[in-house]
């Protein structure tokens, strides 16, 4: 999916959601563990109950491989539905945040968007930025595909070393200044954490025209006004994530609808700031 | 397996070298790819014809994942061979290079520890420290596994963030300085590009004690006796990783032997370096 299509997509949705699907087989409902394959089916309703309110999912792959290569199957299943049910009316991002050598990430970009050889066929990929461009770049020599790189993330410990600095710049903002040059804004989005609202204001000082994933809106604590006020541009600009307050809204029989009423609290609340 | 029986092992085997399964469909003897799962059977033939010189094996998650929920059914059935043919006679490395919020690295910790859970039992997993503290505690919570943390890497894009600096550090030793107290050097390794052999010198300043895996000796181009010189410590300190030298030495039908003929050269240089 190209920008503008992703520009469209938010448009006639009147939503930027994302909605992660990070799905624990300790919280999804009870009567989905006797199924063969209770995540793919948590997941398959979730997608169907939502899919007009969300611009993109974004499963996170740490909730697939702790079940092994039967987790895998299940996240397999998961983006071969949504581009089969739900074609081209989804961004689907593979949050991952891969990142290694060059000739390791790009088996890494074959598993994320080369469905001839995983199966698998995601529209972007966040990737970590530690080991700098040839581990990056891989990730770009598909068209039409995007990584994310992270830049300021949600948790606590991005205070570690993402504020480190020298006398000009923190590591997260040299991070944003050297990546941009990998690619453009129509195939390079940031991740940038919800909690430092504030901060979309630097950030989009050096990244003025890129989409900004913004996690953390909803369980780790952010403000949707907030990111909107200081992060959103012309075209948008952002695409905010919400998980566990969508997915896990019921753990009972209603959990889709449930999830449903969730989403659809946002889309109205983003409706209203994109007008 | 905890630290004195790592230093055991590579006493009694003379050897700390550590072997990259880094196994591509595309280099492997042509005779294999007829077979059901022709990266099982080279990753075993391989094993079982070096096992007795090397201290370690690495797969590296990507060369697994680009095939999807079938390559981590090969990881699976590799790390599993491993633990049941040779146990308590290797160090394994999960090569995964993760790192995320504190909830999702729990479960990527669950994926590389948990056999209960995924079916994999690796001895340590590599990880990422863009995210800080919390995205890297989570897998420390398992007793006597091992975390690796990427310091300086061996590629060209380490030079991108690695040596950012302020008037008295560098990022790579930022990183060293503060990670270190999260652990401590029973449970913690660093990744050191072998690429950078006199840059050992000031690393060991800042981690006289704990083990260090140095990637890229053979095809990223490091010397062994190099990093000896530099970076060996009275426990030894050094876990060197060769992959495509060694797993690729042939592709015909004698690659296990080829294998074990170049992991032998590595092992007599090893012999003589720590004697």
């Keep these: 999916m190209n920008r503008s299509e992703l520009i469209n997509l938010i448009h006639s949705k009147k ?15 009870a009567h989905l563990l006797d199924l063969e394959d209770p995540i793919f089916e948590f997941n398959k309703a979730i997608i169907d109950a939502t899919h007009d309110l969300a611009v993109a999912y974004k499963p996170n ?5 702790c079940y092994g290569a039967r987790g895998w199957n299940s996240l397999t299943k998961t983006i071969q539905y949504i581009n089969t049910a739900y074609p081209g009316q989804l961004f689907t991002i593979a949050d991952a945040k891969r990142g290694d050598i060059g000739n390791t990430s790009q088996q890494y970009a074959r598993a994320m968007f080369d469905p001839s050889s995983s199966g698998m066929n995601f529209d972007a990929v966040t990737v970590a930025p530690y080991m700098g461009e ?3 770049k891989p990730f770009l020599s598909y068209p039409g595909k995007w990584i994310i790189v992270l830049a ?8 570690d070393f993402q504020f480190f600095s020298n006398q000009d710049e923190r590591l997260f903002e040299q991070v944003l ?6 690619g453009s804004a129509d195939t390079m989005m940031y991740v940038v954490g919800a909690t430092q609202a504030e901060m979309l204001t630097d950030i989009r000082k050096i990244v003025p025209d890129h989409f900004l994933l913004v996690p953390g809106v909803g369980a780790q ?6 990111v909107a006020r200081y992060g ?10 919400s ?15 449930r999830a449903r009423q969730e989403a659809l609290l946002i889309q109205q609340e983003m409706e209203l700031l994109l007008a």
Tied chains: 1, 2.
């Excluded at 994302?18 to 409902?29: E, Q, R, Y």
């Excluded at 959103?232 to 994530?241: A, E, W, Y």
């Design 152 to 159: 300021l993330t949600s948790n606590k410990g991005a205070a």
């Design 243 to 257: 998980s566990r307050n969508i997915i896990y809204a019921s753990n009972g029989t209603d959990y889709a609808a």
């Design 177 to 182: 200044g050297k990546s941009q040059k990998w």
């Design 232 to 241: 959103m541009t012309k075209d948008c600009g952002l695409i905010v994530n």
């Design 134 to 136: 040839d581990s990056v």
């Design 61 to 65: 792959f740490a909730f697939y491989e």
């Design 15 to 29: 939503s930027f959601l994302c909605i992660g699907l990070d799905t624990d087989l300790s919280k999804v409902p």
């Design 221 to 226: 604590g952010g403000s949707l006004q907030e």
